[in-house]
């Protein structure tokens, strides 16, 4: 009885609780001519939690570019990609095992796809250890997802045989599929990777040691990394690596990281920004939650963008570098953040995703807004050209996922959408990111910054849950937030503030605020007249509208103007509407605003020059969400003797369904 209190003590919410470990010890080969890695590997797995096992399972994940039966190839064709079904066998790829042995006794491990698995005589107690030893082989792919190669350019993710998760919920088997990532055990990792002399590696963790024999065209390279739960490398002759050494202020501890930026190109204003970047984000990251723990950080250009920016323990590949945007910082910024939500702590990420791509996606937005201001901070053209922020581009996220109903909640497999049944990025990144910046803005700032330091400080190095995350908020608060997490994660509801009415009066402004709200929220309200501004905050509840009344005379309120509420339905949380007039040159909708976008240009027909001109209005376009879409169209003659031609269509939906 004393032994199942503990334990139910040691499983509460809110604190770590039995957790099992892996530490690998590898040995590989990187065969470039036959695009293989040849390896041999000694795991050393220790049960962790309350009780035993009688089998022990692995992930395979190269096996899912083996053929189309696999779970990955079965979701591109539930997608329309049939390129992996008539791909040539040297393009996919596979893993083979070799030579296991339990304990140093020979086993067999059963294979099923990107999952194997050992039966055990004897049942494996808590607290107890096992040593696993054994070969593997891995056909490297073509760039498929997020591992391949191309040309002598290797990404080696997601590659060894991996313990899969032990937990109090037992094993989690997730197989590879086209979306959703990964969730794995923290252990210490001791890796020799032998590569060609000319190639120059990055991997997780930090090299111990080099050789190079006499005569030898290898080189051979020790790595060591520590309390991660997953190892990576990138091999290439053709990496430029510029590096420095990052250090923390005296008030965050002064500890010091050295980056390392590795590079396919060698001009030196190629991403010469991307070092100041990476130094904010440590910083920011830092001040607002820890100060990065380990000694090295990785940040990689990656030879295809097969996943955009993708994440690993110490080790980032970050790209998306799009003209007159700042998409290169913002991907840049996100990926080394995950080395906080993801990295540090080890959450589930198929079935609990919002709590590394949500948080991290709120903390993204936090860092683009402190380095760049809240308006325009994704856009490097004049704002008469165009004004998006990142903001603007997660809430266009949000109301379009709205749009026909949501179809999953947050608290879902996030593998299911590999069949594009529902979109990814609002369902665990949007979605959570805003209900993340209403709480921050519900608890207030100090009580918000409380909560997330209790949640490092108890969490690092561990797996966390969304019960550990509400149960420490409930802790700093002192009241019960389940309603608002069942709503908002495990259910698929949204809500819509609106201004309903504004009436200035002679020495006093009175607004009508309506909203369809689940639960009691706090909002700002601004109030703009001219040059002046006036900011006040309500209370709004289910079901009832609030009048504000203020002093003065101004001719527009605008409800959360600083975003912090998931709303389905930004554009009309002003009155009278926000407008936008821009040039068709970046025409890319503000969900907060009605845009009109304007191309005059000249053309020459029918023997006569003419002028022409072309306009389009959307708040968002109504396929994508919004309420409505007009366009509208003139060509005028500058001589007589031809004709004007005009024109407009009108678009509004009749029914909405997401596919």
Sequence with gaps: MISVLLY???????FPGPESRADYCMNVRLEPDSDMVIGTSEIVFTNGV???????????????????????????????????????????????????????????????????FISLDSTLNPGESVVLQGDFKVKVPGFWSRMGHQGNTFQITQWYPKMCVL?????????????????????????????????????????????????????????????????????????TVREHTYIYPDSLGAGSVDVHLILLDDDEDHWSEVPAIIDSTLLYYGEWYVPYPYSDLWVVEPVTLMAGGMEYPQFVFSGADIPLTRALEMVTSHEVGHQWFYGMLGNDEVDEAWLDEGMNTFSELRYMQRRHGFSGNMSRTPDWIMEISDQDMSLLTYATGTTGGEEVPVLSDATSAGDGSHPTGFTYYAKPAFFLRMLQRQVGEEDFDRIMAIYFNRFMYHHPHTEDFRAIVE???????????????????NADVRIASIEPMDDSTVVIISGDVPHDVELDLLFLSGNDSLLTEL????????????????????????????????WNNALPPLSQIKPMFLPFPRPTHQSLWVLPFPSYAAGSWRGEILCMSAAIPSYMGGPSTWAAHASVPFENGSF????????????????
Excluded at 540 to 564: E, K, M, N, Q
Excluded at 646 to 658: M, S
Aim: one cysteine or more.
């Design 50 to 116: 309350g009780f035993p096992v009688d089998t022990l399972w692995f992930h395979l994940y190269p096996n899912a570019y083996r053929d189309i039966t696999t779970a990955f190839g079965q979701d591109l064709e539930a997608v329309g990609r049939y390129c992996f079904r008539a791909s040539d066998e040297s393009d996919k790829g596979w893993i083979d095992l070799s030579d296991w042995s339990l304990n140093g006794i020979p086993v067999d491990i059963t294979v099923d796809g990107s999952l194997g």
């Design 167 to 239: 937990d109090e919920n037992g094993w989690h088997r997730a197989r590879y599929h086209w979306r959703g990532e990964f969730y794995s055990d923290y252990g210490d990792y001791t890796v020799i990777l032998d590569v060609p002399e000319d190639f120059i590696t990055a991997a997780t963790g930090s090299v111990e040691s080099v050789s190079i024999p006499e005569d030898s065209l290898r080189r051979t390279e020790t790595w060591k990394a520590y309390e991660v739960h997953d190892f990576v490398w990138a091999a290439s002759p053709d990496y």
């Design 539 to 570: 209370a709004l509840a289910p079901g009832i509208d609030d009048t504000v009344t203020v002093s003065g005379r101004w001719h527009t309120a605008v409800a959360d103007p600083f975003l912090c509420m998931p709303d389905r339905a930004p």
């Design 475 to 493: 802790e700093v608060t002192g009241r019960s937030w389940k309603d608002e997490f069942d709503f908002w994660l495990r259910g698929t509801g």
């Design 8 to 14: 139910a003590v040691l499983v509460s919410a809110g």
């Design 644 to 659: 004007s031609d005009w024109g407009a269509f009108y678009h509004a939906p009749l029914l909405r369904k997401y596919r």
